[in-house]
C-alpha cells in the first residue's frame, strides 16, 4: 500500500511517500480502506520523537482513519463496505489501517469521510475535556486559548453548543475572525498587551469558569488570572513549545483547580466515554450546532505541507488528507 512513513525522528521533511506493508488487524481489529485522515499537532510532536509514546520506527504517523472496513472480526457489529471513522495510535496516512473495533465508529448517513476525519481527534479530545474534566455548565464563561486551531475552534463550538459564553483569544485578525464565525461572543488577541484585562473586562464580575488551553508558554499566566472562584484551567497541550509551571498560591484562595485531559489516556481509562462522545458529537453535527471548518484538503503525496502549516502557525480549523485522491477514488470524492 501506499502510506506516509517516518524513517527517523524529525519534521516533516524526512517524511518519504512509499510502499509499504499493509498492517495486519489482530483478532479485536478492523482493517480500514483509508480515504480521510485530517493532520494534528500530535503528528509533529509524533515524527519528532516528543510524543508521550514513541512508536519503533519506521511507522506511518496519522491518528484516524475514515474510510470503508475492509474486514472486521464475527461479533464487531462492522461489515465490510460499512462506512467509518477510527481513533487509532498512529497509521492514518495510509491506504489502510487497523482500529481496535471499540474505538471505530460507523459514520452516520450525510456525514462525509472529511467531516468524519475532522470530528474524530479534535472534537472528541475537546469535548472530553470540557464534559468530563472541566464539567463546564450552561451559562459558565468558557475562555478558549489557540482559538483557531484544530481543538481551539472544536471548543469554540463545543462551548456554544453546551451554554457557554465563549471568549476567544488567537494571534491575527483573521484567526479571530474565524473564531467569531464559529460562535465567539467575545473575540480577543493575545498580541495586545493588555490581553488579560480585555478578557476580565468581558467576563463580568464572577471571571472566567473554565479556560481551555492547548498552547501554554507566555498565555499560560496571565491566562490563570482571569479564572473566579472555583475556576477550571484545562490544560490540552502545549502548542507553544513549553509546558508551565503551576504556581499553587494562585490556585488555593480562589479554589482554581488546574486539569489536564488526554484522549490517549482517555482509551486507557474510560473508554466507554469515547462511544458516548462520538454519539453525541454526530448528533451535534446533524442538528447543525457544530460544523468542523476543514480550510485546506490535500492529497496523500502532500501531507508533509499539511502538516508545515501546523508547525509554521499557518492552520486555521482542520487540514484534511485525502488519502485515495487519484488512485482509486476521484478528486472531493469525500
Ligand atoms: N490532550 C489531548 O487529548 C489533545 C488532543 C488534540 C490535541 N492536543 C494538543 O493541542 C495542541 C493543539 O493541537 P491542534 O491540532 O489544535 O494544533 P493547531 O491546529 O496547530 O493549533 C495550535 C494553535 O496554537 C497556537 N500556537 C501558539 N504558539 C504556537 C507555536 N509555536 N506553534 C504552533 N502553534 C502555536 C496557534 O494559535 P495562535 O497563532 O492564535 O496563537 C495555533 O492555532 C497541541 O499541543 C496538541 O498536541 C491535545
Not at 448517513?109 to 481527534?121: E, H, K, M, Q, R
Not at 457557554?164 to 498580541?191: E, M, N, Q, W
Not at 481551555?212 to 491566562?223: E, K, M, N, Y
Request: neutral net charge; glycine residues 10%; contains cysteine.
Amino acid at each position: 500500500m501506499r502510506a506516509i512513513v517516518c524513517g527517523t525522528w524529525g519534521g516533516p521533511e524526512q517524511l518519504t511517500l512509499t510502499e509499504f506493508p499493509e498492517p495486519v488487524p489482530k483478532s479485536d481489529e478492523v482493517k480500514i480502506d483509508v480515504h480521510a485522515c485530517s493532520v494534528n499537532f500530535a503528528d509533529l510532536l509524533m515524527i519528532g520523537g516528543t510524543y508521550q509514546t514513541r512508536p519503533a520506527l519506521p511507522f506511518v504517523p496519522g491518528l484516524e482513519a475514515a474510510g470503508t472496513i475492509a474486514s472486521a472480526p464475527e461479533g464487531s457489529g462492522f461489515q465490510p463496505g460499512d462506512r467509518v471513522v477510527a481513533i487509532l495510535w498512529h497509521g492514518g496516512y495510509a491506504e489502510q489501517a487497523v482500529a481496535s473495533a471499540r474505538e471505530t465508529f460507523l459514520l452516520p448517513a450525510g456525514v462525509s469521510f472529511d467531516v468524519g476525519a475532522a470530528l474524530t481527534s479534535a472534537y472528541v479530545s475537546t469535548a472530553l475535556a470540557l464534559t468530563r474534566v472541566a464539567h463546564l455548565k450552561p451559562s459558565e464563561v468558557l475562555l478558549v486559548l489557540g482559538a483557531s486551531g484544530g481543538v481551539g475552534l472544536a471548543a469554540v463550538q463545543l462551548g456554544k453548543a453546551l451554554g457557554a459564553t465563549v471568549i476567544a483569544v488567537a494571534s491575527t485578525p483573521d484567526k479571530l475572525a474565524v473564531a467569531r464565525a464559529a460562535g465567539a461572543d467575545h473575540v480577543i488577541s493575545h498580541a495586545d498587551a493588555n490581553w488579560k484585562e480585555q478578557v476580565l473586562a468581558v467576563a463580568g464580575s464572577s471571571g472566567v469558569s473554565v479556560c481551555f488551553d492547548p498552547v501554554g508558554g507566555p498565555l499560560f499566566d496571565p491566562a490563570l488570572s482571569t479564572l473566579g472562584w472555583g475556576g477550571r484551567y484545562v490544560l490540552v497541550g502545549f502548542a507553544a513549545g513549553q509546558a508551565p509551571n503551576i504556581p499553587a498560591h494562585r490556585l488555593l484562595v480562589k479554589h482554581r483547580a488546574v486539569l489536564g485531559s488526554s484522549l490517549r489516556y482517555f482509551r486507557y481509562h474510560d473508554p466507554a466515554a469515547l462511544r458516548e462522545t462520538m454519539d453525541q458529537l454526530f448528533s451535534w453535527y446533524a442538528q447543525g450546532r457544530i460544523t468542523p471548518r476543514i480550510t485546506l484538503r490535500l492529497p496523500l503525496d502532500q501531507t508533509a505541507d499539511g502538516l508545515r502549516t501546523l508547525a509554521e502557525r499557518r492552520a486555521i480549523g482542520k487540514v484534511v488528507i485525502h488519502v485515495r485522491e487519484g488512485r482509486d477514488a476521484p478528486p472531493g470524492v469525500t
